[in-house]
């Protein structure tokens, strides 16, 4: 079973859609995301999360791999309240993280992500980690830099797939 101190993580699938849409697509959560978009409707999260479990239709490399996990909590009633991604190109890869509000300010966004570059780390060949962050999610900035990823100008980041105009960019080596 895949679980930290508090939290507990299972392989995302269509079937989390519903629990999901609640928690992923409030205003707070969606304004660091995309806010000129409308949030996903329960058929579109479906698959979405469907293609996701599948892996890279059509990788941008050979060596491309997904990694998708919903986090709960691990007290009853075990509540879903986020998801944690990844992909990985070979010797580097793009993660993210989204937790709903309801759990920002908790230490669980660091718990999930302590958990998850130790989990990157057995099961995939990255030694280097990227994330972008919306400039305004001060708190994804600080859970980042607590974490020891190191901000680098967007101009230096690689073809990141998550990287929107404006964002902030942070790289994590491993080895």
């Not at 958990?115 to 972008?132: C, D, G, I, R, V």
Request: hydrophobic residues 40%; charged residues 20%.
């Amino acid at each position: 079973m895949m679980q930290s101190q508090n939290l507990s993580y299972e392989t995302l699938t269509a079937a989390h859609a519903d629990e999901l849409l609640g928690v992923l697509t409030t205003p707070g959560v969606l304004a660091f995301i995309d806010p000129e978009e409308p949030p996903l409707t329960l058929k579109e999260l479906q698959t979405d999360y469907g293609i996701r479990a599948k892996g890279p239709y059509q990788p941008i490399s050979p060596t491309e791999q997904w990694f998708n996990v919903v986090v709960r909590l691990k007290m009853p009633p075990a509540l879903a309240i986020g998801r944690l991604e990844a992909t990985g190109y070979g010797a580097w890869g793009e993660l993210a993280y989204l937790l709903g509000e309801a759990w920002w300010g908790k230490g669980l966004a660091y718990e999930a992500m302590l958990w998850w570059q130790e989990y990157l780390a057995a099961h995939s060949t990255e030694t280097q980690w990227w994330a972008t962050v919306h400039p305004q999610n001060q708190r994804s900035i600080r859970l980042l830099m607590r974490l020891g990823y190191q901000e680098v100008n967007a101009e230096e980041r690689p073809r990141l797939q998550s990287y929107d105009e404006g964002d902030r960019c942070f790289v994590l080596n491993l080895s």
